[in-house]
Structure formats: C-alpha cells, structure tokens
T-cell receptor, first 111, second 113 residues
C-alpha cells in the first residue's frame, strides 16, 4: 500500500523548459492537492481538485497547470520553468476531515 | 496576508523537558486545526488535530490546546525526545467541499540529548 506516490524525486530544469510532476494515490480519496514548500514560507497551495474532473486555483497558481486524469492521478505541469519555481513540491490527498496524506516530495531546481 | 502564523522559526529544548510550539490564526471561521511533523527529505505526516468546538486534545506525549478568543493554538510535547527533532507545521481548515488546509511557515524543533 503505497499511499501517495510522486515522481520524479529530483529534477533540474533550465529556464524555459517544461515538465510534468506526477502524483498518484491508491486510497480512493476524492480530493487531491499540490503544495510548494519554500524556506520561511511554509506550504502554499498551488492547485487542488475536490473531485475527479474538477480543479481549482489555490494561493499561488501562476505558472502552473494541473490535470486530474482520473480519481487516482493528479499532475502538475510547468509550461515554461522559471528560477522562482525552484522549490520542493508536495502532492497530497484528503484523509477524512483531519487532513492529508502527503507524498515524499519532488525537489525541483530551475537554473 | 498570512492566515496562519508560526512566529518562532526554531526552538531548542533539552531531552525530557516540555516543548511548546505556538501558532496564531486570523480567520475565526476555521473549523479545525492540525499539526504536522516533517523530517528532512520526507513529506509532512499528520500528528494531532483539534476541532474548533474543543479546547484540548491529547494523544500520548502530544497535546494541542486551542484558545479561540485569542485565535491561538499550541502543541505541547512532554517529555521531549531526540526523535521529535523535526519541523512542525500547524494548519487550519474549513469544512467546506474543498477541505483546503492553510499552513503556517513551520517551526524547527531541536531536542538536545
């Protein structure tokens, strides 16, 4: 039982390149989320999906797009990466009312 | 404007003593509050939660206190152990259809042997 799986774990991009961060959960949860973690800023919500087929913007959506492919998978796409998007990205799915199960993160560096 | 604030970026305590981590929030509509613990190179893991209708919740060595009038919550760890050394995030949420959580900036706890 893997919980929430994120790929890749590490990535280095050049400015302007694009990439997709993958996330999958095997817990049959409806809601899924993408957060970024930056020093001194905590975890900030990028996008979320309350159910299959729906997505909504969070606090910091600019420069990102998302796809809720099915109930299991929620991907985050950077169309044209910028150095300001250097961060650690966490995917999560909702675990009852008391919060989330997080993946182990993707550490992204944009040079 | 940060809705959830953790004003202490770090805290150092001696093993066996009490650790107190604090969190303030601005939105009185939050329905529930949670604490997460994060080790390096791992995702945050759920630690303890409290509903807005309670003022205290206990789970072993961990206790969360909620003071709604002050919009303040705290996490007490007694006794502190070296394995508790991690970053602790508080989070707040609304019981609407999105179940979005708003996180604080985190407090790094170091428990000295």
């Amino acid at each position: 039982n893997a919980g929430v799986t994120q790929t890749p774990k590490f990535q280095v991009l050049k400015t302007g390149q694009s990439m997709t961060l993958q996330c999958a959960q095997d817990m049959n949860h409806n809601s899924m989320y993408w957060y970024r973690q930056d020093p001194g800023m905590g975890l900030r919500l990028i996008y979320y999906s309350a159910s299959e087929g729906t997505t909504d913007k969070g606090e910091v959506p600019n420069g990102y797009n998302v796809s809720r492919l099915n109930k299991r998978e929620f991907s985050l796409r950077l169309e044209s990466a910028a150095p300001s998007q250097t961060s650690v990205y966490f995917c999560a799915s909702q675990t009852g009312w008391y919060g989330y199960t997080f993946g182990s993160g993707t550490r992204l560096t944009v040079v | 404007d940060q809705q959830v604030k953790q004003n202490s970026p770090s805290l150092s305590v001696q093993e066996g003593r009490i650790s107190i981590l604090n969190c303030d929030y601005t939105n009185s509509m939050f329905d529930y509050f949670l604490w997460y613990k994060k080790y390096p190179a791992e995702g945050p893991t759920f630690l303890i939660s409290i509903s807005s209708i309670k003022d205290k919740n206990e789970d072993g060595r961990f206790t969360v206190f909620l003071n709604k009038s002050a919009k303040h919550l705290s996490l007490h760890i007694v006794p502190s152990q070296p394995g508790d050394s991690a970053v602790y995030f508080c989070a707040a949420g609304l019981m609407d259809s999105s179940y979005k959580l708003i996180f604080g900036s985190g407090t790094r706890l170091l428990v000295r042997p």
